[in-house]
Every structure is written in structure tokens, then in C-alpha cells.
């Protein structure tokens, strides 16, 4: 299991623990985890805290210059919302946990050129 996966899905769990959603997402600069958070719609009541905007407003105001070199790993495909955020800032790799059990705006990145890796798709195509 990748490092940041796994510190994705260590969110998510986080999240199960505290009764809400178990998503989560890290944001990766350099080598370096600068964000990491988990959805907390029932937690904290919110509708737009899901794991990929947690994990982005944790890692704090970055210059585009961060931004256009990092990977924004997520255990789950991300919803429109987050989709727009990733392409907001111009995150420009996303690695993806599983997109079975819910298929987001996965297409909008390659129109974008992109890159987004789905571990599941990669694990049914082998
Ligand atoms: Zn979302």
C-alpha cells in the first residue's frame, strides 16, 4: 500500500470514529503530506467539509506555485465540488482509492489533461 494512501484511508477510519463518513485525503507536496483531512458533514454539521476539501483548507493558503506540484491522494472518487477545487488550484495528479461505490467527476480531469489514477480500476484491469 502506498505511504499516502494509507495515511488516506488512517483519515478515513479517523472520520469512522468519530460517527461521520469514512473519506479521506491527504495532499502531497514534494515527497510531504502538507494537508490531510476527512469528511466531516455530520461532525461539524457542514456541506462542504468532504475529505478532499478538509485535507485542502488544513494544508492552509499555498501559492499556485505548491499547488501545480502536488498529488491529492483520496480514498474515494471525488464529487463534483472537490473535482472543481482540485481543478481550481491546479492540483494536477489525483490518486484515487476505489470509484465502485460512488463515481465522481473523474472525467473532467482528462478534459484537463490532468492525470487521475483510480487504485481499483488499475486492481480490475489486472
Ligand atoms: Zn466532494
Known sequence: MDEFMQAAIDEARHGLEEGGVP???????????IGRGHNQRHQRDSVVLHAEMDALENAGRQPASVYKECVLYTTLSPCPMCSGAI?????PHLVIGENRSFMGAETTF???????KSLTATNAAN
Open 23 to 33: 473519506i479521506g485525503s491527504v495532499l502531497v507536496y514534494q515527497g510531504r503530506i
Open 110 to 116: 482528462a478534459r484537463v489533461g490532468s492525470s487521475s
Open 87 to 91: 481543478l481550481l488550484y491546479g492540483i
